[in-house]
């Protein structure tokens, strides 16, 4: 799919500084997105998911957070490095957002189809009336019924899966070359979810999209992505492709989330958990953040941070266990 | 046209009579009123309303202590009172709407000083407060404005600053910051339209402090200046002599009853009408 680099991501860091200490909300990400390619980021809450995504679009919650390091290329040129009012420029027409919840995603006080047709006034200074074609054709596209008549209803008239469609044209209405969802479907019931991810991967489609899908669904994950990085404590763990990590899952974390998932084929009286909590990330251990939980973990683990392993095409991951196997044959 | 007329069905008809009512005289008041509103004629002090033992026709709702016609000075203050009403309600909504959305959007330096000073004006009793201007400022119509204005809106701006907190936070507004809107934008587009319904039911409810807040200053001799006529002054007129002439104070305490009730009904229907929620049941399918 062309494959060239839309975004590339080089060990960035943001830190949110707070009374109590330094929280290393993410640190030291590194992944790149080819174009028209699915990343998944999959991880527990808190792991630094949604803080990559923020730190992207550079929305980082000021002032306590701030990125501190690396850098974020999108098709080669550094986002870190732009001023505010070139960001505004870029948020909305080359990247896009949609976020968890239809029913507050849209503005209760206007008509869909002005919410639809905003970012194309805004950022391609339409005149009203192409700007209105455009949203129908927008609406049609993402399967409204009868949108002539559903442009001029309000939110609140619509339900949530319809809602979350429109949230959908609103983000793909000016073309961006990369979506980011941040957990899209969570809020959907199941016949949906399917429905909204189908759509999702024909606009994928249609838009040669880049998209991030920020879940902790494995089902999303097998369903939609490419790509996956599997994030702990801030950090990317596991980064795969999706067959290798469904079938060769590496490192023990990425394991222990795929045996949590629960398995239709055989009864089992007690679901599978990581055991003990993710770490404080204001006092991170000195080794290996997921040694604590590991129960594969050994003294080095707990000592060292271990270095990047390559474990086949495209398939890297940090842990010791890998550095053995590699040694070892 | 015809989508101005739809704006008012099933608006409430006596309420809106009432204002318009109101407004009339307080434009014209001054020419259709019987007698000078200023002017009175000592002879005829504390005339009673017509129907009781002593009243007169020529005064149909009685005089005051110095024989001004009750009737010509409601009609006359209604301008008066009417102004300093829907001015200051203005005025202190225009400032504390403008300011919460500073403070609640912006937050941080910003919302730390505005908010301190909201605490500030709100600590010193707005009579102090209002007495330390007036003598700065001298007693007139446009300076009362100033005074309640600058005093009420901190009201608007604290309660108004949470509404702005919660909507800061919510997901249409940052999908907006996402879509590359700047803040002035966000603040106009995505913010103000939702907090309008809040800023209608204080601005409602507040019109009818603001004609009493004048009363009381007038109290104090640093509300409108003596001979004008204001309802609220004229209520504090009759003070001295309720126990005799109760219409000195009835009849002006009525005409704020009626505005001030009908601002609340009014008000009402337009929170519900201005909320999309309600709009496709007011409009009818």
């Known amino acids: ?329 | 046209m015809v989508k101005f007329l739809a704006f008012f069905r099933n608006a409430p008809f006596f309420p809106l009579a009432v204002l318009a009512a109101f407004v009339f005289l307080g434009v014209f008041g001054e020419w259709i009123a019987p007698h000078d509103p200023v002017e009175g004629s000592l002879m005829d002090s504390l005339t009673p309303p017509f129907w009781e033992a002593g009243g007169k026709w020529k005064y149909p709702l009685g005089t005051d202590s110095l024989g001004r016609d009750i009737l010509s000075r409601i009609m006359g203050g209604a301008g008066i009172s009417l102004q300093i009403g829907i001015l200051v309600v203005f005025v202190a909504g225009l400032m504390g709407t403008l300011l919460a959305c500073l403070a609640g959007y912006l937050g941080g330096a910003v919302d730390t000083v505005i908010m301190r000073v909201v605490d500030l004006v709100m600590s010193i009793p707005y009579l102090v407060l209002a007495i330390v201007l007036a003598a700065i400022l001298g007693a007139s119509v446009y300076n009362i404005i100033i005074i309640l204005g600058a005093v009420i809106w901190t009201y608007y701006c604290r309660v108004l600053r949470s509404e702005v907190l919660r909507l800061r936070e919510s997901d249409f507004v940052r999908l907006a910051v996402v879509g590359g809107c700047s803040k002035g934008k966000i603040m106009l587009v995505h913010i103000f339209p939702n907090i309008v319904n809040t800023l209608v039911v204080i601005a409602t409810l507040n019109l009818g402090t603001v004609i009493i807040a004048e009363s009381s200053l007038s109290f104090l001799g640093l509300g409108v200046p003596p001979p004008s006529p204001a309802w609220g002054s004229m209520v504090a007129d009759g003070r001295d002599y309720v126990g005799q002439a109760w219409w000195v104070s009835f009849w002006p305490g009525l005409a704020i009853f009626l505005v001030v009730m009908s601002f609340n009904l009014v008000g009402d229907w337009l929170r519900v009408r201005l909320d999309p929620k309600f709009r496709q049941m007011a409009g009818g399918s």
């Open chain 1, 1 to 329: 799919m062309g494959g060239k680099r839309i975004l590339e991501v080089k060990d960035l860091q943001t830190y949110f500084f707070t009374r109590r200490g330094t929280v290393k909300a993410v640190d030291g990400v590194s992944f790149g997105i080819d174009r028209g390619e699915t990343l998944g980021l999959v991880g527990e809450s808190g792991c630094g998911k949604s803080m990559t995504c923020l730190s992207i679009l550079r929305l980082v919650p000021q002032p306590a957070g701030r990125i501190v390091g690396g850098q974020i290329l999108l098709e080669g040129d550094d986002l870190l490095r732009k001023s505010d009012r070139e960001m505004r420029e870029i948020r909305g027409k080359k990247i896009s957002m949609i976020l968890q919840d239809p029913m507050t995603s849209l503005n209760p006080v206007y008509p869909i189809g002005d919410q639809v047709g905003e970012p194309l006034r805004f950022h391609q200074r339409l005149d009203r009336k192409s700007a209105a074609a455009r949203v129908l054709e927008m609406l049609r596209q993402v399967r409204i019924p009868s949108p002539e008549v559903r442009v001029r209803e309000y939110p609140h008239q619509m339900s949530g899966g319809m809602r979350q469609r429109i949230v959908g044209a609103m983000a793909l209405t000016c073309r961006p070359e990369l979506l980011i969802a941040d957990e899209p479907t969570t809020a959907l019931d199941v016949t949906i979810q399917a429905q909204f991810l189908k759509l999702l991967k024909e606009m994928q489609r249609d838009f040669n999209l880049s998209l991030i899908v920020v879940t902790h669904d494995f089902g999303i994950v097998a369903k939609i992505c490419d790509r996956v990085a599997v994030m702990y404590a801030g950090k990317i763990v596991e980064l795969a492709g999706i067959r290798a990590l469904f079938n060769r899952p590496r490192h023990p974390y990425t394991m222990a989330l795929m045996n949590s998932v629960p398995k239709m084929e055989r009864k089992v009286n007690r679901l599978t958990s990581i055991s003990g909590q993710p770490p404080d990330l204001k006092e991170l251990p000195p080794g290996c953040s997921f040694a604590p939980r590991c129960s594969l973990a050994m003294d080095i683990c707990r000592k060292e941070y271990p270095p990047v392993s390559t474990a086949g095409e495209g398939h890297t991951l940090t842990c010791w266990l890998a550095r053995e196997d590699a040694a070892g044959g």
